[in-house]
């Protein structure tokens, strides 16, 4: 029987300032609008819900391109990876489980530095699954666009190229060789030769339409389980073929079935050893009418324990925004 966290915290970093693309920024409230919270009711977990970490900008610039200087969007997202690695480090030190909900994909360089920092302590290792079209492996020196949400693994894994700025008591570090990238379909030469070299696996989606997602994904929750590691799952949401998540600022054809996404999480629910939960990514500015919000919380009601036929429920904890 698979144990429920003592609490569930849900902790939204509202950004887009790591993507070329704006919206992901209302990402979080999306989520909340489609009824996250109300999912993880119903299956009977208690919730808190921290809100959302935003850049605190003292004055309003008058021109509206401002906010695409590199300088300013490295402030930003440097800002809040340092605050998300603070309050998710709290989260875990309190013996909850941390959804943190983006935002894009730069956000993982704190959540995940929470995660690192937390379990380095513990003498546990820290495995990640990157469920994404993309592996976010390049660094300032190989990345063709120079925008950061495809940089936090290689940040996380310690690859140089990355400036003082990057570096404080907030980063923490990931083994290249405990992180799975899962359904990957686009990926930069100079990234593929990172990946290759550092012993990252990568599950590609040709793997997953030879071998399918129960053969692929059992090895890597057996090792998990074999290191009584922590899993750190990372997901999103141009992962999912875009004719069912729209939703994404950098979609790719060819993504994830419904059930293929669905059964990865079912899986993991029943092996018990996801400590922590990245959804990133959603763009409700490019979603149709909340496909993609509601298709994301869909998928993190299977991670935690929606099925066809359930127990009856019982009672449930509700806590409002701390």
Known sequence: MVTKP??????????????????????????????????????????????????????????????RLPEQRRADVLELAERTSNAGYDILSGGHFPIFIGGDHSIAMGSLSAVSRFNAEKGKPVHVLWIDAHADYNTPDTSPSGNLHGMPLALLCGEPGFDDNFKGDWLGKVDPRNVTIFGARSIDREERRLLQARGVEVIDMRKIDQTGVVGLMQPII??????????????????????????????????????????????????????????????????????????LVDLVASLFGRSVIGEEPGPVEFVTRE
């Not at 609490?7 to 693309?21: F, K, P």
């Not at 994404?248 to 092996?271: C, K, N």
């Open 6 to 67: 003592k609490r569930i915290d849900i902790l939204g970093v509202a950004t887009a300032s790591g993507a070329s693309v704006r919206g992901c920024g209302m990402g979080p409230e999306a989520l909340r609008v489609a009824g996250l919270l109300e999912a993880l009711v119903e299956l009977e977990h208690s919730i808190a819900d921290h809100g959302d970490l935003r850049r605190v900008y003292p004055e309003i610039s008058t021109n509206p391109s401002s906010w």
């Open 222 to 295: 057996e090792r998990v389980k074999a290191a009584d590691g922590h899993l750190h799952v990372s997901f999103d949401v141009d992962v999912v073929d875009p004719t069912l998540a729209p939703g994404g600022g950098t979609l790719v054809p060819g993504g994830l079935t419904y059930r293929e996404a669905h059964l990865i999480m079912e899986m993991l629910h029943d092996s018990g050893v996801v400590g922590s939960l990245d959804i990133v990514e959603l763009n409700p500015f490019l979603d149709h009418g909340g496909k993609s919000a509601t298709l």
